[in-house]
Nanobody, 125 residues
Framework: QLKLVESGGGLVQPGGSLRLSCAGSGDTLDGYAIGWFRQAPGRGREPVAC????????YYADSVKGRFAISRDNAKNTVYLQMNTLEPEDTGVYYC??????????????????WGQGTQVTVSS
């Protein structure tokens, strides 16, 4: 059974950077498509950045293109979300999700099999 644990959230000023980590245990992440989703106050969970199983395809929400980057380190069994030039609108709880054996980008949350507990990101001066 795959378990995901997010870390790296916190309070950051506008224009700052954070790197979120999604560590897997119980299975290796290289067989899973991975997605980072964000839930802002009063809103549903929305896809931010997603990658296919072999990382050949990636999705970024329009609001984060050019600022965020998703990457995978199979040796550490961890997926990262590098977030640069953060804006107050990036505030929310960030979750990573995994779905097995899908070599396409998955942007629908209901199609994910596993979720972490989330990590809070607050962008404020």
């Amino acid at each position: 059974q795959l378990k995901l644990v997010e870390s790296g959230g916190g309070l950051v000023q506008p224009g700052g950077s954070l790197r979120l980590s999604c560590a897997g245990s119980g299975d290796t992440l290289d067989g899973y498509a991975i997605g980072w989703f964000r839930q802002a106050p009063g809103r549903g969970r929305e896809p931010v950045a997603c990658t296919s199983t072999d990382d050949s395809s990636r999705y970024y929400a329009d609001s984060v293109k050019g600022r965020f980057a998703i990457s995978r380190d199979n040796a550490k069994n961890t997926v990262y979300l590098q977030m640069n030039t953060l804006e107050p609108e990036d505030t929310g709880v960030y979750y990573c999700g995994a779905t097995w054996g899908t070599n396409v980008v998955v942007t629908i949350g209901a199609e994910y099999d596993y979720w972490g507990q989330g990590t809070q990101v607050t962008v404020s001066s």
